[in-house]
């Protein structure tokens, strides 16, 4: 099952995934109050045990079944999407998250069928188009469906009841998500820690990677590789042509191996370092971490400080815009399951 709009599944993926979104090293954007809510939250109660056989049906919303069949084909597209399978200290916590939330977007569907909503065939087959063009190739976008255990037609399906529950939440949601002047303003005052900026790099880099376990030899191999690449580099050949031939990373290569702006604590240890320590225009030696060997080029460095209101009003009213959409959605979901009638049979 491949959902574009199932609510919250993300929460599923970031509870147990261990892929980087790309090979250049681990950052993290998230909010410092967000981050210190989190440390401070009290730990969720344990779930409760989902038996390991699971049966044919394991719930009914409003007499319609959630079949072994249906679940199989979310866990599996999760965990394509996370990039391995579920560790088995958090199977329960996990399966069960995942089981609410097919239960919530079945209450969507069946809202939408009874509001009449739906999706035409050319919106189904220009999000299908969309889907496939995220991949290099045709046989790259049939592995997916194969790792997700669907097919293309199970695909669209989906598609066109995630169009129509989209259409459905858009009419619902978006007249009360409106953010007003005095909200973008209250939360600016009443959060300056959010709007500390800290000292910030506008950095690119070309990895050379190294594969988890390889051994001297193909390090040596790696190394001697980066080295080249590196002197082509201080004889003035272009970075960024060097980056889109030669770099590993698949995030950033295309870009020129451009990484945009990070701050301290976003990268990887010995790459924070590095980068920090570089003045705007240059470029360092050899920087190995984990994931292979970089060779990093500093474009421009911006002290800390706070963000003026002005600057950061337009992605705070996004910020808020969302927030709004989601605690709307939510509201509107939590309504649906109190008219509805749940049988959660595991």
């Known amino acids: 099952m491949i959902r574009t709009v199932m609510l919250s599944v993300t929460i599923v993926l970031c509870a147990y995934s261990n892929t980087p979104a790309s090979a250049a090293p681990a950052r993290s954007d998230a909010k410092p109050a967000a981050s210190a809510a989190a440390a401070q939250a009290p730990a969720p109660p344990p779930a409760k045990a989902v038996p390991a056989q699971l049966p044919d049906v394991l719930a009914r919303v409003n007499g319609e079944t ?9 866990v599996a597209s ?3 999407r996370a990039g391995g399978p579920m560790p088995p200290d958090q199977r329960d916590q996990i399966l069960r998250t995942i089981l609410d939330q097919i239960v919530g977007y079945k209450l969507l569907v069946q ?4 509001r009449k909503v739906d999706a035409t065939d050319a919106e189904v ?8 063009k995220q991949f290099p190739n045709e046989d790259a976008f049939k592995q997916m469906l194969t790792a997700r255990n669907t097919t293309i037609d199970q695909l669209r399906t989906d598609v066109r009841q995630d169009i129509a529950v989209q259409k459905m939440i858009d009419a619902e949601v978006e007249p009360k998500a409106a953010v007003k002047p005095e909200q973008l303003a209250d939360y600016y005052a009443k959060n300056p820690d959010q709007f500390k900026q ?4 506008h950095a690119s880099h070309i990895l050379i990677g190294v594969p988890r376990g390889a051994d001297a030899a193909a390090k040596a191999e790696a190394r001697a590789k980066a080295e080249q690449i590196l002197k082509d580099v201080k004889t003035g050949k272009d970075f960024a042509t060097l980056a889109k031939e030669n770099s590993q990373d698949p995030g950033s290569a295309p870009n020129g191996g451009d990484l ?3 701050q301290p604590g976003q990268m990887v240890g010995p790459f924070n370092d590095a ?3 570089l003045a705007a225009g240059a470029v360092s030696d ?3 971490t984990e994931f292979g060997f970089h060779i990093i080029k500093v474009a421009e460095k911006q002290p800390g400080g706070t963000i003026a209101f002005d600057d950061v009003k337009p992605r705070l009213e996004q910020f808020l815009l969302q927030r709004n959409r989601q605690e709307q959605t939510e509201a509107f979901v939590k309504d649906l399951r109190s008219k509805g009638k749940i049988e959660i049979l595991i």
């Not at 959630?66 to 979310?74: P, S, T, V, Y």
């Open 286 to 288: 050899i920087v190995e």
């Open 66 to 74: 959630i079949g072994k069949a249906e679940f199989d084909r979310a």
């Open 275 to 277: 980068a920090f320590s």
């Open 198 to 201: 800290p000292e910030r790099v």
């Open 78 to 80: 999760i965990e394509a």
């Open 260 to 262: 945009g702006f990070f």
């Open 125 to 132: 087959e220009a999000r299908v188009q969309e889907i496939q």
């Open 111 to 114: 809202e939408s069928h009874s």
